[in-house]
């Protein structure tokens, strides 16, 4: 209340003394500088029981989380790189891409834009095609498998939410917090809002945020116009060393815009997020953060995932076909994929978003930023202090030194930051086997560089008492859910895994993949062309073209419904959505399976509590008999005194176990 | 282990008194078959406390658990009796089936059997047709929705593991039993059974259930062939009568046959269930019966439903096409679903099935062979004991008149039965949405019946204390979750509801249903004909037959490719596959969105408990300074006295919440 009116500045706990320099004597701050906020203790184990007893439990619970999801990374990476591996080993055995680079095939492609693209040869997309083998090959679908039951499993919060050591103290403090909350209710149900009051603030909620999803599709859409653009305007340049760059240039440029609009708009959206929720009025600081979480989460999902979701889902998908292409705003003709699929470029979007926002956000906002706001306080302090003050400010108080340290702003950031990586990891995992490696070679770093902060850059904060990391397990959860369906269609929708099995079984005359690209390409009678959309240079490739193909199922011209879609097509589009119904039967019957097979460690942890609580009757028995004999030779000694038996004088006979072993600290109250 | 010996024939707790006659004291029991175990109280609720007091708590569960499953059978029925109302109504109106009932089509359809059967006429099958749309109408999705839903969220086991009553005693009960167990454990740990002892009978195991269940599919082809030659034999009878009612005939005797093969092989099985788990060994009483209930779920349900996938998801599936049929041990032609789709089939196998299987086992099983039994028991009695004692026979003792009960034999059978049921109810409603209805009508009765049972026909069984329905949990999610994904399938593969919105969004001329029935048939030129499979009397119809039709989608007899598969049979299994896949996200969406939006139960409950463990806390504390007192005066005025403070004379002093309200009986103990 004092800090509400002003009266104070700012009230927090103190740090225990200093972190470095020779003569500071022994305390638990310097262990935890020297025992876990080092890069040269990544490989150990963190000091978790320390890092609870001085920051308080949900900060503990954060770093215990954050160990455990690093951990579970390096089979993940592993697995990972193995996959990657077999890709590497194999790329010479396929028969599709071989097929592509095989320059005696001389397949004709149909151009890629209208007028200023001609016709291209398919052997010149055969780097492409190597390299999208690399990462859609048959291991990446046991991967995915894998991947789904990690997310789904690994990450349930069993390992955390019911960490006996945890729940040996929740028991305790569960009384406590009830009995205090029930009279917080009090307070409050007095002046409860009504629904009335409370909808302007809702709908206001509603608008904005969809308006800010639309406003994330709309900033997609121009990437996309640009793109298009871009394509056409680089195709028209007459210097042979762009025209061969196309593809690459326009690509990368667009991926960086989008990178730099996420990582901009992830900023302000959780500035909006913030104002929002403030405008909801939540009862309680709980309410709030769970409020404030699910919307930001909800806009920053949006955000980072949606120009990845068109690549896996939607790209190449709605082009039309030569001579009756799709076109947006009347002018833009839709893009296509690359020739060896649009994994490919999925590939390439996830892996420099994802690089691109750890590593910018990281360094620039994480390192970069607080050391910046720490200078200016320091040149501000400075100017205010005159020199003559020497003295005083190298011999200042601890709470004025801890001052000069930056607020501390709540776990949310954190813990987002990791959300949308285990997003990355998992959701499009199928593409992009080598996700787990890049997220845990960052966690390895994040976990240090975290502690680095908590312990030198910011205030020691107020202890809060945490049962689970809450509502980010409910959104993990989700995630994990979210992963199994997205993997499914990108393996069935985005590879070309499907397409290939059914050439395989249905088509191929002797049981090899030789004549599968022939097979995904559809023919067209460049006589068919619309007007003015005929490529103005055809003769580009030195012969004349009269038959170019493009990668779609559809009749060939001298067929009687010419261009209509193909049987094939249906039959392949079968396949794919059977693939996916098995593909998610499977891992969920397989979750369910693992978890039927491995109830060993809930067991164990619920005889653990049972134990505890025997002992914790059986301590309460002998406590009272203690107190009866206690009583009776005290009574005949002392019959003067009337002293109750459990208080501070007499610390060992007050039932610990249920007052519960609280952090220290949380006695030293906020000073300033 | 005195009745282990043989010392004792049998140790069970007293009932408290008769339950009927004027002048016996009012008891418990007498309580109980007045207000509960009369078939005119079925509208009440259940006096479940009064229950558990006298039975113990497990039984008190079961009671309720049957009595909120029963609730819950409510909503489900008056939902599906308006589906089916709707269907009703919209006969009249419905063009595929007016289409079919039409004389002038006149659509002349291929012979359903190899020579004896001959061509017939589409509008025969009228009735079939009109009948089957009372349950394959748009309302038949939302209600599969619904019960996919019910079925998730509705037997999650929340309304009865965490009841609070319950659980307030839980708490307790827990302590004691844990210490228990402790001490057990000390002593089967001594006499561990190795991996390597356990292995033939884990063998044994596995084989007998993968031959039991390879019995039961071997007993369903078997009465697939019966089908198949009776129909055929009934086909070459002259009689026409016979022939006009062949498929009736035919069906009704097959599931006749498959429903008292279901249940006998289900009281074998249950036998065979119980002998394979005692081989095993298994370590504790709960363990056996988690086993023992595993195995016997696994081959009930097997043998239960296998036939009824058989018509939902094979019969009519892999038929071949005219010319070109598939055979069964080269002579019998797989059968055909009727011309209104297998909808209409599995509706009447399920209906049989299920009610055929509550009534014979009600009747027969539960109220028949008990009463044979008493009466064998009584005659033995009376041939035992000679005339001259009637005068004692009369005022036997309370354990004679018990004794001459039958056992209690455990609470398996009741619950088996029960999720068999729910079963019926949740997988394949799609087929069947008056399921529910009789479901609820039989539980009404069964609720009464089995607490007339338990009060008037059995031994009091001892009290066993239970947390929740245990194992019994785990299946019914395990069938929640199943029934999504096969109502999914029997939506889209066994009803006409797909078909028939591909035929409405891709082919229909005018937006209306009009030409679907011409256009699910395919054509077949009867000269392509194998030798010997054409009909013998073609001339049945008074016309000369040139083209014949028949159910699939294959392509016309001028085509290129005669009956190769058209790519209508394509455009239709992806509209199919992609309805499964949008169904049971939709469900598992909805599921956890409703969990999301009504998570105030479970809050409520933890809150309660966590007052009822702080009023716990506060008694011990308020006992503790009590005793002190008491001590303090005692101490003073009878020094020589060393009463211990708690014991049965001063049972007010004891910590009544710890040692828990054990049921009154419980201390009664065996008594022969």
Known sequence: ILLANGVYAAAYPLHDGDYEGENVEFNDRKLLYEEWACYGVFYKYQPIDLVRKYFGEKIGLYFAWLGVYTQMLIPASIVGIIVFLYGCATVDENIPSMEMCDQRQNITMCPLCDKTCSYWKMSSACATARASHLFDNPATVFFSVFMALWGKQGLSGKNIGDDPRFIAEYEARVLEKSLKKESKNKETDKVKLTWRDRFP???????????????????????????????????????????????????????????????????????????????????????????????????????????????????????????????????????????????????????????????????????????????????????????????????????????????????????????????????????????????????????????????????????????????????????????????????????DFIPRLVYLYMYSKNGTMHGFVNHTLSSFNVSDFQNGTAPNDPLDLGYEVQICRYKDYREPPWSENKYDISKDFWAVLAARLAFVIVFQNLVMFMSDFVDWVIPDIPKDISQQIHKEKVLMVELFMREEQDKQQLLETWMEKERQKDEPPCNHHNPKACPDSLSGPAPSHAYHGGVL
């Open 201 to 495: 603030a809702y709908l206001t909620n509603l608008v904005s945020i969809i308006f800010m999803i639309a406003v994330t599709f709309a900033i997609v859409l121009g990437v996309i116009i640009y793109r298009i653009s871009m394509a056409a305007a680089l195709a028209m340049n007459s210097s042979p060393s762009v025209r061969s760059n196309i593809r690459v240039t326009v690509t990368a440029t667009a991926v960086i815009i989008n990178l730099v609009v996420i990582i901009l708009l992830d900023e302000v959206y959780g500035c909006i997020a913030r104002w929002l929720t403030k405008i909801e009025v939540p009862k309680t600081e709980k309410s709030f953060e769970e409020r404030l979480i699910f919307k930001a989460f909800l806009l920053k999902f949006v955000n980072s995932y949606t120009p990845i979701f068109y690549v896996a889902f939607f790209k190449g998908r709605f082009v039309g076909r030569p001579g009756d292409y799709v076109y947006i705003f009347r002018s833009f003709r839709m893009e296509e994929c690359a020739p060896g699929g649009c994994l490919m470029e999925l590939c390439i979007q996830l892996s420099i978003i994802m690089l691109g926002k750890q590593l910018i956000q990281n360094n620039l906002f994480e390192i970069g930023i607080p050391k910046m706001k720490k200078l200016i306080r320091y040149l501000k302090l400075k100017r205010q202090s005159p020199p003559d003050h020497e003295e005083c400010v190298k011999r200042k108080q601890r709470y004025e030194v801890d001052y000069n340290l930056e607020p501390f702003a709540g776990l949310t950031p954190e813990y987002m930051e990791m959300i949308i990586q285990f997003g990355f990891v998992t959701l499009f995992v199928a593409s992009f086997p080598l996700a787990p490696l890049f997220a845990l070679l960052n966690n390895i770093i994040e976990i240090r560089l975290d502690a680095k902060k908590f312990v030198t850059e910011l205030r020691r904060p107020v202890a809060v008492r945490a049962k689970d990391i809450g509502i980010w397990y409910n959104i993990l959860r989700g995630i994990g859910k979210l992963a199994v369906i997205i993997n499914a269609f990108v393996i069935s929708f985005t590879s």
